[in-house]
């Protein structure tokens, strides 16, 4: 199985690639069909090689080019029931912020709604428990791991491979920068996948934004943002 990370925009889409198919996961930002079409020509996949388009959330930079590339690999695509009106709609909702900074950020965004948006897809398939791979010719799963949004999902390989859209983040180098996302629906449901994702047995962590990172620095995040939580309560 080979991972390909694919760059439509400012962040990161994934191609993974078992022995019958290929599977997409995320479809970058509007207008990067021309780049997605060049990546796999690169790699040397088919369109018609690809078999699924998996959504992690419904972000305008996860879906803006998805209605193109949709049309280019001609395969389904998959996001959860939660989200699927958003996609169905072309609709935008900006995330609340984690920290001050991208709470601005969050509500600026919500004026700014119409630069961001996106062209709407009818997806073929609502996901809402764990969703095998198999049929798309990969060994692997798709789960929910809600937090950055309501909807958002992570697909899980059997070699501990973890890719989870923006559940978390690797935006500065040499490992400095925080694995804590800068915006989310849900932070107790956000650390709460975070546990879901080690649990599963992850060792490689593949975020939206930035490169991949060792799972033990997710876990050590955890441990972290558990630790402030417990001495908040203490203080309540």
Known sequence: M???????????????????????????????????????????????DIKLIVVTHVHY????????????CGCPVAVHGAESS??????VTPPPGTNAIAAGISRIGGYLSRRFAFA???????????????????SGSIIH???????????????GEALVG????????????????????DVPELLRSWQKIIDSGATVIYPGHGPPFPAHRLKRALNRALKIKAEDKKHC
């Open 120 to 138: 709407p897809v009818k997806p073929d398939i609502l996901l809402a428990g764990e969703f095998s791979l198999e049929p798309f010719g990969l």
């Open 145 to 159: 791991t809600p937090g950055h949004t309501i909807g958002s999902c992570s697909v899980l390989l059997p070699g």
């Open 61 to 72: 930079d996860h879906v803006g080019s998805l209605r193109a590339i949709k049309q280019i």
């Open 2 to 48: 080979n991972i390909f990370s694919v760059r439509l925009g400012i962040n990161n889409a994934y191609l993974v690639c078992g022995q019958s198919g290929c599977v997409l996961v995320d479809a970058g930002n509007a207008g990067r069909e021309r780049k997605f079409q060049g990546c796999i020509d690169k790699i040397g996949i088919k369109p018609e």
């Open 86 to 91: 958003l996609l169905q709609n072309g609709e």
């Open 166 to 185: 923006d559940l978390a983040f690797n935006y500065l180098p040499l490992g400095l920068g925080p694995v804590y996302p800068p915006f989310a629906w």
